[in-house]
Nanobody, 121 residues
Framework: QVDLEESGGGMVQAGGSLTLTCVAS????????MAWHRQASGKQRELVAS???????NYAESVKGRFSISWGDGRKSVYLQMNSLKTEDTAVYYC???????????????WGQGPQGTVAS
């Protein structure tokens, strides 16, 4: 079992910055994949950014150049640095891992609860 806990969300003015943190706990050593997704009111959940064990990051077109995803120590946490926030970035942000070893062992990925990572601008 893996728990993902997000923090760092809040209210900022357009143009401001926020950093979201997601910390994984449970039966893990390190993770080889983590991602941030978001869901705005009335819209489908979308992938915002993901990162692999090699540090390869992928971003949604809408956030490229403004958001940055990075690993924390020991690849058990991940950060999402969000700069130049826009009103359209307002959403509930969810942390996720589809770590291949976890998926092989459990048959599924894991998700955070989301509300702590809500961003409004």
């Amino acid at each position: 079992q893996v728990d993902l806990e997000e923090s760092g969300g809040g209210m900022v003015q357009a143009g401001g910055s926020l950093t979201l943190t997601c910390v994984a706990s449970g039966s893990i050593f390190t993770l080889d994949h983590m991602a941030w997704h978001r869901q705005a009111s009335g819209k489908q959940r979308e992938l915002v950014a993901s990162i692999t064990s090699f540090g390869e990051a992928n971003y949604a077109e809408s956030v490229k150049g403004r958001f940055s995803i990075s690993w924390g120590d020991g690849r058990k946490s991940v950060y999402l640095q969000m700069n130049s926030l826009k009103t359209e970035d307002t959403a509930v942000y969810y942390c996720n891992t589809d770590d291949p070893y976890l998926m092989a062992a459990t048959g599924r990925g894991f998700w955070g609860q989301g509300p702590q990572g809500t961003v409004a601008s």
